[in-house]
């Protein structure tokens, strides 16, 4: 047998009928004909099947048998032109060896609808199914689009520590990381935990942003980014929140919040559009998918757009951009508002919640929305201070089926201002020297922002929930696998 094997994503748009290839993937399905059987191959390379068409008399009905759903064959073959509808090529099978086979008694994956809970909890096998294919594959395309986008416009990509000693951000609840025995820990006279005696010699915990350190980049190589794992303790079982979860925060020297619009709004229509131009076959699959799914469901519940409409939509409209407060403005005076149906009342100064931004992006601007400027007192003390003395330049980007995708602002470079911030917080300065300290030796105006990786691969793909859309979730009560 030929050791290198062939892409079926290849063969399946190549015409060298009489050719020999070499396939090796994993069944989903097998049909039995009168004299031969009918075997769908799926290698992971494409979203489509390679239909192996394998003699009964050839190989024999014991062989055959053992060929099921979830098992991993290879075969090598004669490719031919398909007798039957649905495809340009197969392949006429010549050697059959078994990897594995996959008992049809007990294998959980079975080639029918499962449901997405279902396929949760067999999340080793999951990434085998062709909607979980297509979303690894389009994951895949975008995380490699937000390297090259960075890549070819002078970002240079830095890698942010994933322990840290600074709980500053305070940007939700943290994980602390110790190798202390928890049974029983040093304490200190006073009776607390000492994690004087702990492996770094201080309370440390897993990062909830790179942000800071990202910040100590851009102000010595001028554009950076980061993209790596980030991690929030916070007990919030919603369909847009995991535990752990990727984000990529840019950093740039010398912009300002409008830069920093201009570049969130460049870079979110280029990693839609490549999505668009490099995963046609997954995006048309999972489009079809979601219209089956929402058929059962009444008429306000469905999508206003098929999926790649939607796409394409955002990639053509300009983003709407607005005030905090023009928002709440629009928000109060809102149908939702006056019939009371907003579960959290809106009025200046609170934090919106998901309910209100949704709202704001799909029912009254009916396109993504950048709200900026928004009070103090509900934002990060990094951010920069309006002359108003009420709000700072935040910059909150909003989606469709979403809400809050990226989060950013422009940060405050002024020592003094900045420093009465971390006071008037009681933010632990001796956490926080060095990021203070940047804003005494050559400071200068800054900004970013962060995207949450698996919020825009939930946009892109149309699937409804996070945990479906990375492969391994990690959420209250949850981190199996
Ligand atoms: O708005 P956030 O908290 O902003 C920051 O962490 C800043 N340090 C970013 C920056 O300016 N460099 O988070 C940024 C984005 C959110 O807009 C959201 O898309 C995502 O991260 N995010 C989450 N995604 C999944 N699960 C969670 N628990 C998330 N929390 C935030
Ligand atoms: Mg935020």
Not at 321 to 336: H, W
Request: aromatic content about 12%.
């Amino acid at each position: 047998m030929l050791k290198e094997r062939n892409p079926v994503k290849e063969l399946l748009q190549s015409d060298a009928y009489g050719t020999q290839a070499h396939v090796k993937g994993w069944v989903q399905t097998k049909r039995e004909g009168k004299n031969v059987a009918f075997i769908a191959l799926n290698d992971g390379s494409t979203i489509h099947h390679l239909q192996i068409v394998a003699d009964v008399t050839r190989f024999g009905e014991e062989t055959l048998k053992q060929i099921t759903t979830g098992a991993c064959i290879a075969v090598t073959g004669e490719l031919v032109p398909s007798q039957g509808a649905g495809q340009k090529v197969e392949l006429l099978a010549k050697q059959i060896e078994i990897y594995g086979t996959a008992d049809p008694e007990k294998y959980p994956l079975q080639a029918k609808r499962h449901s997405m809970e279902f396929l949760r909890d067999i999340a080793h096998l999951r990434p085998r199914s062709r909607t979980f294919g297509a979303v690894f594959r389009i994951r895949h395309a975008l995380a490699f689009a937000i390297h090259k986008y960075f890549n070819d416009n002078g970002f240079y990509y830095l890698h942010t520590p994933i322990i840290t000693g600074s709980d500053a951000e305070g940007a939700g609840e943290m994980f602390r990381v110790t190798t202390l025995d928890p049974r029983k820990p040093p304490l200190t006279e006073t009776g607390e935990v000492d994690y004087k005696q702990d492996f770094f010699g201080k309370a440390t915990n897993l990062t909830v942003s790179g942000q800071l350190e990202g910040e100590l980049g851009a102000l010595a190589l001028g554009k950076i980014y980061t993209f790596g794992p980030t991690f929030r303790a916070e007990n919030s079982n919603t369909a847009r929140h995991l535990a752990e979860f990727w984000m990529v925060e840019p950093e740039m020297a010398f912009y300002d919040l409008e830069d920093n619009m201009d570049l969130a709004e460049d870079f979110m229509k280029y990693l839609i559009r490549y999505a668009l131009d490099h995963c046609p076959d997954e995006l048309q699959f999972l489009e079809t998918r979601l219209l089956e799914e929402e058929k059962n469901k009444k008429q306000e519940e469905r999508s206003p757009m098929p999926l790649i409409e939607k796409l394409r939509f955002v990639v053509d409209n300009q983003f709407e951009r607005l005030d905090y407060t023009q928002a709440v403005d629009i928000l109060m005076k809102s149908k939702p508002a006056q019939k009371g149906q907003f579960v959290y009342p809106v009025s200046w100064g609170t934090d919106l919640q998901s309910e209100h931004e949704r709202y704001l992006v799909e029912k009254h601007f009916k396109k993504p929305v950048i709200l900026v400027n928004y009070p103090m007192h509900i934002k990060s003390f990094y951010m920069k201070q309006n002359d108003d003395g009420k709000t700072v330049r935040a910059m909150d980007v909003l989606f469709p089926g979403i809400g809050e995708i990226i989060g950013g602002s422009q940060r405050e470079e002024n020592y003094d201002k900045l420093y009465a911030r971390v006071k008037a917080l009681n933010i632990p300065e001796e956490s926080l020297w060095w990021y203070l300290e940047t804003r005494q030796y050559g400071t200068a105006p800054h900004s970013g922002f962060g995207l949450g990786f698996e919020r825009l691969t939930l946009f892109v793909t149309g699937m409804t929930n996070i945990r479906d859309v990375i492969p391994f979730p990690r959420t209250p009560q949850n981190a199996e696998f």
